[in-house]
């Protein structure tokens, strides 16, 4: 079973917003933290947003002011509320918790995706696509 799952990727116009759900399994811990991660075609790839247990929040330079994360505790369901969507949006966007509650993803931001796929799980992607 998997672990994350997301959900309400898809195509809209420059200027446009989306919801982006994440919903942590049953079986799951509750971990410290959990966030986005976006990589774009070219494999660029960057931690966009985290919300921590309590609810503190990091947003990346490049969304900041125009997402914003949440969460459901009961729901075990994370959303990121995107608007003012342009085409440099444009990504597979994953839902990502630490593995293990030695991790936060607060540590991570210095790290590349790759790396830091040693230290959490990741759901399996949603796709954003911004058209100008």
């Known amino acids: 079973e998997a672990q994350l799952v997301e959900s309400g990727g898809g195509s809209v116009q420059a200027g446009g917003s989306l919801i982006l759900s994440c919903t942590r399994s049953?079986?799951?811990?509750?971990?410290?933290?959990m966030g986005w991660y976006r990589q774009k075609s070219g494999n660029e790839c960057e931690l966009v947003s985290h919300?921590?247990?309590?609810?503190?929040?990091y947003y990346s330079d490049s969304v900041k002011g125009r997402f914003t994360i949440s969460q459901d505790k009961l729901k075990r369901t994370m959303y990121l509320q995107m608007t003012q969507l342009a085409p440099e949006d444009t990504a597979v966007y994953f839902c990502?918790?630490?593995?293990?509650?030695?991790?936060?993803?607060?540590?991570?931001?210095?790290?590349?995706?790759?790396?830091?796929?040693?230290?959490?799980?990741w759901g399996q992607g949603t796709q954003v696509t911004v058209s100008s």
């Open positions: 049953e079986n799951h811990f509750e971990p410290f933290d």
């Open positions: 919300i921590s247990r309590d609810g503190a929040t």
């Open positions: 990502a918790a630490p593995r293990g509650i030695l991790f936060k993803l607060a540590m991570l931001h210095d790290m590349t995706c790759d790396q830091s796929r040693e230290y959490t799980d």
